[in-house]
């Protein structure tokens, strides 16, 4: 590793988890580090973006990475509606929190959990998609519709492209559905807009727990994560303040998870994927 490669893994490491986490892997010696490790360690949202567009070649070099993601049985249960129609994006942003990323944006990729086409197969096949309903089934469609989702993310960041997750996208699934044509055992799992960041708005790599609180050996320990995340709290609180934002992480979790109706629309989801055919038994 040159020093130049060091220096930079060093200043990685430091944003994400802080100086002690840095110099503590050059204390160990760790030298493991490359160019994919340094594009997902600068990960960082991106909200506002240049007008200009994603080219079809980048478009299509994303999909192609989010396809080449692993699938549950190589089963494929997802899809992704590409949306750059300005009235399009202004009726999503309305339906999705009024999000000015939304509204703005170059290109919305909405990833879909998608057992329609396997519907459709089954129906060719003279048979009835009987399996739909369950839990395990939306759940396959899910996780194939994020890795996905991830994979193109990870491929817009390579290309020097930013990216913003929209969870928004699920506050009004049927008039989502709608808007986008999706067929019936089909919904949208998350937004994701792709564009070329604005550099007059520097995003900032946001601290995340450390590797040693996310990370149980052999068996998962919750009382062992107290320290670090009390450490995490004192030094993404500093980072909240820089960045103007008077916050604690400890009280998002709170806010999110203990304070009753945290969740607004979204509590409404299981009914909304009732009717869109995942009847989650
Ligand atoms: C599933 C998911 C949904 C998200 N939804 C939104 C959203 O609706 N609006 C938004 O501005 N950011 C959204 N985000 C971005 C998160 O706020 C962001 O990832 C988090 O604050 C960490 O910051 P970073 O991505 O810059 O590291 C979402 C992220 C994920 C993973």
Known sequence: MTDTVVAGRRA?????????????AEL???????????????HRSVRKFLPDSVSEEQLRAIVAAASSAASSSNLQLWSVVAVTDRDRLGRIAALAGNQDAVRNAPLLLVWVADLARAGRIAEQNDRDLVNAGFVESALLGVVDATLAAQNAAL????????????????????????????????FAVVGLVVGHPDPTAAAEVKPRLGVDVVLHREQYDLEAQEAGTAEYEARISAFYREQGLADSWIERVVGRFATPGALGVREGLKEALERRGFDLN
């Open 28 to 42: 160990a010696g760790e030298l493991v580090w490359n160019e994919v490790l340094a594009t997902q360690l600068a």
């Open 12 to 24: 990685a490491l430091a944003l994400r988890y802080g100086t002690a986490e840095a110099e503590r």
């Open 155 to 186: 491929a817009a960041e390579s290309l020097g492209l930013g990216t913003v997750y929209i969870g928004a996208i699920r506050n009004h699934p049927t008039e989502l559905a709608e808007e986008l044509n999706l067929p019936a055992h089909s």
